[in-house]
């Protein structure tokens, strides 16, 4: 098999070339993003990201990233625990994101790379991740710069999509992934990003991998749960 070249579909991509294949597929779906979002989880993922953001728990008063932020639906989970003192800052390195996300009157949305973040060391007490780690071209660098802006005492938590362990269900999953969801991503010209969500998923590190690389960057308490029989998977961990 030869190495990925600029025609290799996005999910065989790597490096440099993946960011910034990723980014111009984000940037084509972002008017609809929200919509397929809804359509797909069955309206399930704002409740996701409640959960997610329960495990972090954010307490007034405290700074929270959510990176990866794209249109900021992780942002008023968060808004809401940090309250009036506190402050909740949106990155993601799709520009047409975050222009969607301000659309919703969101506070402090700024453009940066989850692998080389614009942020000093340990400046926020809390991270969330949206389905943006198996977007990375670097699990592990993502992960460091994770731990690196976290204070002492700091919290991650990153939602993704996981393939499920029950065999039934899997196999269900794929079908699903590989026949049904890029035929209606093209109802909303997205047919190549719901065509990448199933392939990148398959390509995606495991729930194992993924806490081991949590480890290796130093997060301590670190464990996962699968949510909606096994397809999304949230990853928790704490900087001691």
């Given amino acids: 098999m030869g190495r990925p070249t600029a025609d290799s579909p996005i999910w065989d991509r790597s490096g440099a070339d993946k960011r910034s294949a990723v980014n111009a597929m984000f940037a084509d779906i972002a008017g609809n993003y929200d ?3 809804r359509m ?7 409740r996701w990201r409640a959960i997610a953001a329960a495990k972090v728990a954010p307490k007034p008063g405290e700074v929270a990233l959510d990176l990866c932020a794209g249109t900021g ?3 008023p989970h968060l808004l809401k625990a940090v309250g009036s003192t506190g ?3 949106g990155m993601d390195f799709c520009v047409p994101m975050l ?16 692998v080389q973040l614009p942020l000093q060391s340990a400046a926020v007490d809390v991270v969330t991740v949206g389905w943006g780690i198996r977007n990375v071209p670097d699990i592990d660098a ?3 710069e994770i731990f690196r802006v ?3 005492g700091g919290r991650f938590v990153s939602l993704d999509m996981a393939i499920p362990r029950n065999p039934v269900i899997r196999s269900g999953s794929r079908f699903v992934s590989k026949h049904i969801l890029p035929r209606l991503g093209a109802r909303f010209g997205a047919q190549t990003a719901y065509t990448y969500l199933p392939e990148s998923t398959e390509r995606f590190w495991s729930r194992d991998a993924l806490a081991d690389s949590m480890r290796k960057a130093g997060f301590v308490d670190v464990d996962f749960a699968d949510l909606m029989f096994g397809n999304i998977c949230l ?3 704490r900087k001691k």
Avoid: W, Y
Wanted: aromatic share 4%; net charge negative; no cysteine.
């Fill in 35 to 37: 919509a397929l979002n």
């Fill in 87 to 89: 402050a909740v800052i």
């Fill in 99 to 114: 222009e969607q996300a301000s659309k919703k009157s969101l506070p402090n949305l700024a453009q940066g790379d989850a």
């Fill in 40 to 46: 797909m989880s069955l309206n399930q993922d704002t």
């Fill in 150 to 152: 976290l204070r002492p």
């Fill in 142 to 144: 993502a992960h460091q």
């Fill in 73 to 75: 639906d992780f942002m």
């Fill in 235 to 237: 990853h928790f961990g």
